[in-house]
C-alpha cells in the first residue's frame, strides 16, 4: 500500500510539472514562435516517456532527477520573463493612467472617456481631472456577467458628487491583434493595467456595445465609512502609480479584476476575510451582502434585481449624465 500511495504522489507529480512546464514553455513569452513550440512539445514527450518508465518499467530514479532538473531549468527562465510597458499596445489600453498630488486634491491623468459606435469602433479620447479626495461620497461595485452566475468582472466606482465619478477596471493591457485567454493569463502573458475611465466609457462599453458576448451589468452601492472609502481611493492611486512607473503582470487567479479589489481593501477597517467567492468572482455581492456591506433592508434576490443597470444604460447612452441616470431604481427586468 505504501509503494502505490508513493506510486500515485510520483505519478502526480510527474504529470504536474509536465503539463505545467509545456504550458509555460508554449505561454511564456509574448509571441509563441516555433522554437517555444518545439520545446514545449519535446518536454511534453520527455515527461509522457518518463512517467511511462517509471509505472511500468520500473525505471531509476536518476529519470525522475533528469526530468526535474529540466523542469527547474524552466521555471527559472519562465521566472526570468519581463513584464514591459514598451509595447504595441491596443489603442484602448495604450495609455497608462497616473496621479500627481496636492494634499487633498488629486489630479488623475489619462482618465478614458472614448466615444462608442461599436464596441471595436470607437474615436479615442483622454482627460485629466482633479478631485478633492475629503469630498468622496461612496464606492460603488459592478458587477458584469457573460457566462453563467459564477464568473464577472468587477469594476469599483468613486462618487465625488459634483465632481462626477471615478471607475477602475482592473484589467490585462493586450498587444495589437492579442486575444484574452484565461489559460494564458497564468503564464505571464499579460500586462496589467488600472484602467481609470469615465463611467460613460468602461460602463457603457460592457452594458450598451457588448454584443458578441452580451454582459448584464449590476450595480450595488457598498456600505462603509467615508474615511474606508478615502483609503481605498488612495490606496488605488497608489498602485496606479506604481504600474506607471514598474510594470507587472496580470494573473487569472492572483491578480486579477476581483482578488485586486480585495487586495486593495485591506487598507480599510472593515477589510473582509478571503473567501472562494472572491475566486468565484460572480458571487462577490452575494459575500458583500453576507458581510452586510450591501443593504441590507431587501433580500438578496430582490436588491440584485434592481440593481440591474442594462436598461437603464441603454437608455441613457451618450447622456451627460449617465451616472446618474443609471442609478435610477427601473422596473423589473423583463
Known sequence: MNKRIKGF??????IGTTVWG???VYYGDSRTGLAQTCVAAAFGLFGFAVLTGVLWFRWRIQWVTGHLVVFIGILVWWLGIAPSNDRAWQKDVSQL???????????VHNIRNFNYRTEFDYQPAYYDKSYDVSKLDDVDLFAFYWMGPAIAHT???FNFGEQDHLAVSIETRKELNEEYSTLKGFFRQ????YVAADE??????RSNYRKNTPEAGYLYRIKGSQKDGQRLFLDYLKKINELHEKPRFYNSLLDNCTTAIWVRSSVTTEHLPFSWKILLSGYLPEYLYESKLLEQQLPLSELQRQAYINSLAQAADQATDFSERIRL???PRP
Open 329 to 331: 431604481i427601473h422596473t
Open 155 to 157: 469594476i469599483i466606482s
Open 190 to 193: 499579460y500586462e496589467l493595467i
Open 9 to 14: 504522489f510520483l505519478a502526480s507529480m510527474l
Open 97 to 107: 493612467p497616473y496621479a500627481t498630488f496636492d494634499r487633498d486634491i488629486v489630479t
Open 22 to 24: 509545456v504550458l509555460a
Open 200 to 205: 460613460r466609457d468602461v460602463i457603457r462599453l
